[in-house]
């Protein structure tokens, strides 16, 4: 199978670019291992999204992104985890899922994954009262104490959002400033049912057959604490998706594994571009996302109608 266009994930990056891409009448395909709108599904409400005044569900906004492009016909989404992206002469063989496309450009919108604590106990209650996503989790511990660890966006917005069903939440983070916006912030520091637990790190997570609480070490008197809760929250970070490029020479990434464009959405590697989360840079927003995406697919779109003349 051969395709104009192959966009690696259908996060709001990738629907865009899939959007402007197939506007210039290009066969174009995406390939998503989850949920059409990645994780935006999972975002209990985006405030800060331009044209919705008061906000919008994260599920509302995927399911808007991803009608966007049910009209065009020469777009299609594939279903798969994308194994290996392979340079081929001037285009990109992409394996996915026992399947494999050969594409004139190649557009990477793969996102992020949540950083794990890395500590005893982690792993072995991951899914009996240890979680990434409170949008999908919080119902499990209605009117329960549970931990939030980060002090970033998702992080807060998370907690405030646990705080609506849970009796209380406990935000441990390292130190007493956050990375949030302020008017989360503020609402964080407001709310009844939320305590900081700041200057502490998280030692471990204990329980039987569930979640019974932490260790954490205070970083003022290194003395360790014990904090009860039914379950724990953690928001600490992010790692780029971007394993399935290493046999591809000549991407640039910057310290912390992001990949680095120009302004075009560009790699350093001729008809592969990135957009979205997975990209180099110092905000990452659904807006800006959007953003990338548009100009990924455009930029993308030149590039392949370029090789249609002969140019490339």
Known sequence: MEKDVVIIGAGPAGLTAGLYAGREL???LIIEEGIPGGQTNVTHKIENYPGFPGGIEGIELAKRLKESIDDYKNVSIAMGSVERVIKRDKFFEVVYGGESVI??????????????????????????????????DAMFFKNKEVIMVGGGDTAVKEALYLARVASKVKVVHRRDEFRA???????????????????????????????EGVYVRNLKTN??????????????????????????????????????????????????????????????QVSISVGEGAVAGLSASEYVESIKRGEK
């Open 26 to 28: 290009l066969e174009v």
């Open 103 to 136: 594409g004139k450009a190649v557009i990477v919108c793969s996102g992020i994954k949540q950083k794990m604590l890395g500590v005893k106990g982690e792993k072995e209650f991951f899914g009996r009262g240890v979680s990434v996503c409170a949008t999908c």
């Open 181 to 211: 916006e302020k008017i989360l912030q503020d609402e964080l520091k407001k709310n009844p049912k939320i305590e900081l637990w700041t200057f502490r790190v998280v030692e471990e997570i204990v329980g039987s057959s569930k979640v």
């Open 223 to 284: 003395e360790k604490e014990f904090i009860k809760a039914d379950g724990v929250f953690v928001h600490i970070g992010v790692i780029p998706r971007t394993d399935f490029l290493k046999e591809i020479d000549g991407i640039e990434y910057d310290e912390n594994g992001f990949i680095i464009t120009d302004e075009n959405m560009e790699t350093k590697v001729k008809g592969l571009f990135a957009a979205g989360d997975v990209r180099s840079k110092k905000f990452r």
